[in-house]
């Protein structure tokens, strides 16, 4: 399978989920293509280039030719994503980032879209998988459909804080539940129509339901949603360029050794949709 443009070469890598492309860093740089690549990361979930091998400046440079850059992501535009604490201060929220989840389901506007660049790996795990959450959505049986039309999730930063730390002591929940929550439908109308799943980590309760159904039903449409026919592994290459389509996917990092250097360098598109 593959489709090819004046200077794309794609590659699908599963039926419903990942796509190589191949061109080059100057047709990158140009923008000439960002329409057909975010096309592509539309309905592709997950798209990357491999081995491109560009500096954070041409990170930071091709992201702005597809969308509008998160400020306050660090130094220019780039986010360096790792577990060892002497080079995130963040390490131990970060460690959130090995159960699946989307990125910003507290924010109005949860991110657009993602791109991680291999700086360093680790000699074993680290790899990360993607679902599509649109595929996972349609191929819902009518019953679920119906059942969960109009269901609404709570999400909160202390419920994916249970999976770092299952037996968190007061304080720590005190902190975490200082963190707003936020509602947010379990089926998302996208402005172009298309509907997708929305759960992850943050997901704490269904607004409602009994807490055992409440509970049953998430872990349920997880399972469902990351079966293997939705799911693409990337196994990373140092250099490999890699977007994800946040508003259409979760994702997870395998386990990886926290002093094993693993090393991501990470530029946010702002949301363009909001979520209410
Ligand atoms: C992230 C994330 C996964 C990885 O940057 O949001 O979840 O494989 N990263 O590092
Ligand atoms: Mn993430």
Not at 4 to 9: F, H, K, M, P
Not at 183 to 205: E, F, I, N
Request: proline fraction near 4%; charge should be negative.
């Amino acid at each position: 399978m593959g489709l090819t443009s004046a200077q794309l070469d794609i590659v699908d890598l599963t039926p419903t989920i990942g796509s190589e492309i191949r061109t080059d860093i100057d047709t990158l740089l140009s923008g000439g293509e960002a329409a057909n690549i975010r096309e592509t990361l539309e309905q592709r979930g997950v798209v990357f280039f491999r081995g491109l091998d560009i500096s954070d400046e041409q990170q930071v440079a091709i992201a702005k030719t597809l969308g509008s850059l998160v400020q306050n992501e660090g130094e220019e535009g780039i986010y360096k994503i790792s577990l060892d604490k002497n080079v995130n201060q963040r390490a131990e929220y970060l460690k959130g980032s090995l159960f699946w989840h989307f990125d910003g389901s507290l924010q109005p506007y949860p991110n657009l879209a993602t791109l991680l660049r291999a700086v360093k790996l680790s000699e074993t795990g680290g790899e990360t998988e993607f679902c599509n959450t649109y595929a996972a959505y349609d191929d819902l049986p009518q019953s679920d459909k119906d059942l969960i039309a109009e269901l609404r999730v709570v999400h909160s930063a202390e419920r994916s804080q249970y999976y770092v730390t299952p037996e968190m002591s007061y304080d720590e929940i005190s902190f975490w539940q200082k963190s707003p929550t936020k509602a947010c439908p379990m089926v998302w109308t996208h402005q172009s129509g298309r509907k997708s799943l929305l759960l992850g980590a943050t997901a704490d309760y269904v607004i409602g339901l009994p807490v055992e159904e409440s509970r049953a039903l998430l872990a349920r449409l997880r399972d469902w949603a990351t079966q293997p026919q939705y799911v693409y592994r990337h196994g990373w290459e140092v250099g490999d360029l890699l977007i994800w389509d946040n508003t259409g996917t979760m994702h997870r990092a395998l386990p990886y050794a926290v002093d094993s250097g693993r090393l991501m360098h990470r530029t946010i598109l702002a949301g363009e949709e909001p979520l209410q």
